[in-house]
């Protein structure tokens, strides 16, 4: 019973620790101290300019370009615009993807003693997407930016000069950076920048990305952090994901930096939900002194932090920052391993198991991560949501219980596991084999399920079959930790902390407590103890993994690294009743908490349903189309498409991901864009693209029948392969004067240029939108008129 009550005292411990972990700081008044960051201070121009809707080119963020300007000049900055153009491309599924368009950048700098000194900058971008307020991506980071300086200036006249950089354009493909560090000569005097960002509505602020060679500045951020998140894991991940953001193209120049961001409340990502009084007020307050802290420091420091290689970083519990050289790594493991030795030697004095309980242990461990992860994918498929940022919606308005029965059920099956092992029964396969056929239920064929459950399935029969010795199975689970934590060291130096620390805490509770042989009070609070510490610190990364990627499969790596600590604790004597039901409990659990998802409406006027519905004028088929692009179909949306009285059915253009739902509907006469194509005296031509009056945003699709090169867009040379028969997509945005593309053909031949204009308005003369309820939004450009068609041009 003993041993069963220090399981339980450590998993609720445990989750306080995490909750506590991610807890965000009090934000403070406006009445704090001139050198100390306010909340209620960033928050005016939060108001200011994330209360509407504000994308690049838009006569909102004109607005909040003149407001920021007004600030900014208040501050002393002297702020100027610098415009320009942004080029930006990209691969998709082969294909060649442009992003571009005019920009507005805005500059301020706070002059420092010495102006020839490197300078340090703060960025953040101040559009939004089209739809969304923007209050926190990126209002929060533009108020951070704007109250950090001041309260820099407060302190005095810093060493270096601080630029405050405003980008635009960022949403549509970093346009903004693009132009300031591609071309524009002030680049040149940033040696540091810190960035901030947002992919959510709250929670607590992580560091996420660093420069090429940081080791200084996390120095810096090891001595100034409050209670800082950040870890040399997250930047490693982050640097092999397709993800960007403007600190991308500032690191690719070259300049060290800082980049910060927060990934909480998604459900607001980019959503009209994103408004000044849904932003978390405590992650406003703790980006803002995360980042003061540290620019502070630097801004007036006699010399730029020093460029010298990255090292291994992250937090203990308590917000302890700790660095040392990759190569480090390496001593880690073998105190761990000197640890794990002595605690062999001296279980097998106490209580001596076969070497084969080992192999079964260890076997043991991997039937727990691959069962773990068949029955998350299993609860993925019976949520009955489809994959997919917009697809997700549903358990983002519910994300809470989404992760709690997450937590349920992945804890739930690691402590079976290790419980029945005790025993070794190898009908233990039935569980994970029946949510990998469980998981064919929801779709067809699931190659993924089936293939977890099934693997799962093997591994058991494989291991189990007769009991193990609690001593002998937590030698192999801790064996296959080390083989894991050498390749992860050998590997990836900066992520191999997350196995190594979690190892080296299991193996001091190994020697402590004789690989949980030895049965006395003070032992099992020990092993309690440590497993609660341990799990809070495992539990903060998979809680971010959690947020980062809709793949719960992933969070089967954090139920390996929970089992090296509470497994001496999960697996009770054999055959003892009350420490079997455990697992079944949490599991059962789960599986309820489960049902409220999948069956409950989490949609209110908090969370609101999205729809995103739009009128296709086709000018070339002379047919118009009324069509929803989200992947439900709210009844407020199916009204709109039966509106004309035609059958929903599914419509295909090269501007959709895939066909949608759509019904017939008045053709309707808008303005085309112009299109033109000239040859240049070089031999070279010009097509010249306008879009139509209104249309803030024009794409193209350029599908020549012969080679052909796109060399310049917009007056910026580029070089862009344009292949016969291919398609080559190009969005561009913010320039109602249109765009120039200079285009070199290999020889005669024509080019078929398709157009899509967005009027960010209903067709005028169709009968207006019906009023939303509270529980549905809009998203994105939803309620816009597309003018489509095609052109051909031959020389």
Not at 492 to 511: E, K, M, R, T
Not at 719 to 738: Q, S
């Amino acid at each position: 019973m003993g041993r069963l009550l220090a399981l339980v005292a450590a998993l609720i411990a445990a989750t306080l620790i995490a909750w506590a972990s991610d807890k965000t700081p009090t934000p403070r008044g406006a009445d704090a101290p001139a050198g100390a960051f306010s909340t209620e201070r960033a928050m005016a121009d939060v108001r200011a300019i994330g209360s509407v809707p504000h994308p690049i080119g838009s006569a909102a963020n004109h607005a909040a370009r003149d407001h920021l300007l007004q600030r900014m000049t208040a501050l002393g900055l002297s702020p100027q615009v610098h415009a320009g153009v942004g080029v930006a491309s990209r691969e998709n599924d082969g294909k060649l993807i442009i992003g571009g368009g005019s920009v507005e950048n805005i500059v301020g700098v706070l002059p420092g003693r010495d102006r020839t000194a490197p300078a340090m900058a703060l960025m953040a971008h101040y559009d939004s997407v089209p739809g969304s307020p923007g209050a926190a991506d990126d209002a929060a980071g533009v108020a951070t930016a704007l109250e950090a300086i001041r309260a820099i200036a407060a302190r005095g006249i810093p060493a270096r000069d601080v630029i405050v950089l405003l980008t635009d354009g960022e949403e549509a493909g970093l346009l903004g950076a693009h132009a300031f560090f591609e071309r524009d000569p002030m680049a040149g005097r940033i040696g540091f920048l810190i960035n901030t960002e947002a992919r959510g509505g709250g929670g607590r602020v992580q560091m996420f990305q660093t420069g090429v060679r940081s080791g200084g500045a996390v120095a810096i951020l090891k001595a100034n952090g409050h209670n800082p998140q950040a870890s040399s894991l997250t930047g490693y991940v982050y640097e092999r994901m397709p993800n960007d953001t403007d600190f991308t193209v500032s690191r690719k120049a070259g300049i060290d930096g800082l980049n910060y961001a927060f990934i909480g409340r998604q459900f607001d990502y980019h959503a009209a939900s994103s408004t000044p009084a849904n932003l978390e007020r405590g992650t406003l307050q703790d980006m803002g002194q995360q980042v003061l802290a540290n620019a502070e420091t630097i801004a007036f420091a006699p010399a730029l932090p020093a460029k010298t290689p990255n090292p291994v970083f992250s937090q203990l519990l308590g917000g302890i920052t700790v660095t040392y050289p990759p190569a480090m790594g390496w001593l880690v493991l073998i105190v761990a391993a000197a640890l794990g030795g002595f605690a062999v030697s001296r279980a097998r004095r106490i209580e001596p198991f076969p070497w084969t309980d080992v192999a079964r242990g260890v076997g043991g461990a991997i039937f727990a991560v691959v069962g773990a992860a068949a029955v998350l994918h299993f609860a993925r498929r019976a949520t009955g949501v489809d994959y997919g940022f917009l697809e997700q919606r549903f358990l983002l308005a519910q994300v809470t219980r989404w992760e709690v029965a997450v937590v349920l059920l992945g804890l739930g099956f690691l402590i079976f596991a290790a419980a029945e092992l005790a025993r070794g029964r190898r009908s233990v396969a039935i569980l994970p084999l029946l949510a990998g056929i469980g998981s064919c239920a929801f779709g067809g064929l699931d190659k993924l399920g089936l293939g977890l459950g099934v693997g799962a399935a093997v591994l058991a029969v494989i291991a189990y079959g007769r009991p193990v010795s609690r001593a002998g199975a937590w030698t192999g689970v801790l064996l296959l930790g080390f083989v894991l934590a050498i390749a992860a060291q050998a590997l990836a130096p900066p992520a191999a902390f997350i196995v190594g620390w979690p190892l080296l805490l299991a193996s001091l509770a190994a020697a402590a407590s004789a690989m949980g042989a030895r049965k006395d009070i003070g032992v099992l609070i020990l092993l309690a103890v440590l497993a609660a510490l341990g799990l809070g610190w495992v539990g903060g990364f998979a809680h971010g993994v959690y947020l980062s990627l809709d793949l719960v499969e992933l969070l089967a790596a954090p139920v390996l690294l929970a089992a090296f600590l509470i497994w001496p604790l999960a697996q009770p004597e054999e055959g003892a009743p009350p420490a079997r039901l455990v697992g079944p409990l949490l599991l059962a659990a789960g599986v309820a908490v489960l049902l409220m998802v999948r069956f409950s409406n989490p949609y209110d006027a908090r969370h609101p349903n999205i729809s995103y519905v739009g009128y296709q004028v086709d000018q070339d088929a002379g047919r118009a189309w009324r069509f929803s692009a989200s992947p439900q179909l709210p009844k407020w949306s199916q009204a709109v498409l039966k509106d004309g009285g035609g059958a929903i059915t599914k419509l295909k253009h090269w501007t959709f991901r895939s066909p949608l739902d759509a019904a017939a509907a008045p053709f309707v006469q808008e303005a085309p864009p112009t299109l033109t194509l000239t040859p240049d005296p070089d031999g070279r031509l010009r097509l010249h693209a306008v879009p139509p009056p209104g249309a803030r945003e024009l794409q193209l699709q350029l599908s020549p029948n012969t080679a052909a090169t796109l060399e310049e867009i917009a007056g910026v040379p580029v070089a862009f392969a344009l292949k016969p028969g291919g398609a080559t997509r190009m969005t561009w945005r913010a320039t109602p004067g249109g765009v120039d593309l200079v285009i070199r053909p290999g020889g005669p031949g024509a080019l078929d240029v398709g157009y899509a204009a967005i009027l960010e308005r209903w067709p005028a003369g169709v009968k207006p939108l019906p009023p939303r309820p509270a529980d549905v939004m809009a998203f994105d450009v939803s309620d816009s008129t597309f003018v489509v068609g095609t052109r051909r041009f031959s020389w």
